[in-house]
């Protein structure tokens, strides 16, 4: 069965300071990839989708990066930390293929920038 | 206008009872539909999907009125345990990859 990974649970980081979130998918191939936000009390917002290595796109402008260095390992970057990055952030894949198909996500990780 | 609207709720209701939330879209165009549980502070996990003629999972109903643009979630008989936020989610045909996620509708079920 596939899981999905996510690290790590909680970080408390400086306002300036670089990041880098790590996800990675197991039990399938070739998965769609995607990096959300969740501020509080509030909805998802889609930050990046990947449909392939190296294939990022990026919905909305911002502090972020991301990458994709191999099939199954999405990683979400940043150079400079604001206090506006503090969120819940998840990453969730879904197999290719037909519309019907749902994400699923990771267990997220909760960023604090101080 | 969002593409996803969710009354927030909270709904309080007793141990037993049926409740039913809606979730209205913006995009006629939009192919697949889900619902998903969020407890505190976790991930979103996927709940039922939404088939065009409804579908039911155990004490889950779902419905999809495309006339109206809205889905709709009713759970008979709560349990304590449904206690959760419940999030729609609406897929446009232009684009499988852009989930457009509502806010959410907080559920309590109080003994």
């Known amino acids: ?114 | 206008r969002k593409e996803v609207e969710q009354d927030p709720g909270p709904f309080n209701v007793p141990e037993g009872a049926t409740v039913a939330f809606n979730c209205t879209y913006s995009n006629s165009a939009s192919q697949s539909f889900f619902w998903y549980r969020q407890d505190c502070r976790k991930e979103p996990k996927l709940l039922m999907s939404v088939y065009s003629s409804g579908n039911e999972d155990g004490r889950f109903t779902a419905q999809l009125n495309r006339a109206s643009q809205y889905i709709s979630l009713l759970i008979r008989d709560s349990k304590l345990s449904d206690s959760a936020t419940y999030l729609c989610v609406v897929i446009p045909s232009y684009n499988f990859n852009k989930f457009y996620f509502g806010s959410g509708t907080k559920l309590n079920v109080k003994p």
């Open chain 1, 1 to 114: 069965s596939q899981t999905i990974h996510q690290w790590p649970a909680t970080l408390v980081q400086p306002v300036g300071s670089p990041l880098s979130l790590e996800c990675t998918v197991e039990g399938t191939s070739n998965p769609n990839l995607y990096w959300y936000r969740q501020a509080a009390g509030r909805g998802l917002q889609l930050l990046f989708y990947s449909v392939g290595i190296g294939q990022i796109s990026s919905e909305v402008p911002q502090n972020l990066s991301a990458s994709r260095p191999q099939d199954r390992q999405f990683i979400l970057s940043s150079k400079k930390l604001l206090l506006s990055d503090s969120g819940f952030y998840l990453c969730a894949w879904r197999g290719q293929g037909a519309s019907n198909q749902p994400q699923h996500f990771g267990d997220g990780t909760r960023l604090s920038i101080l």
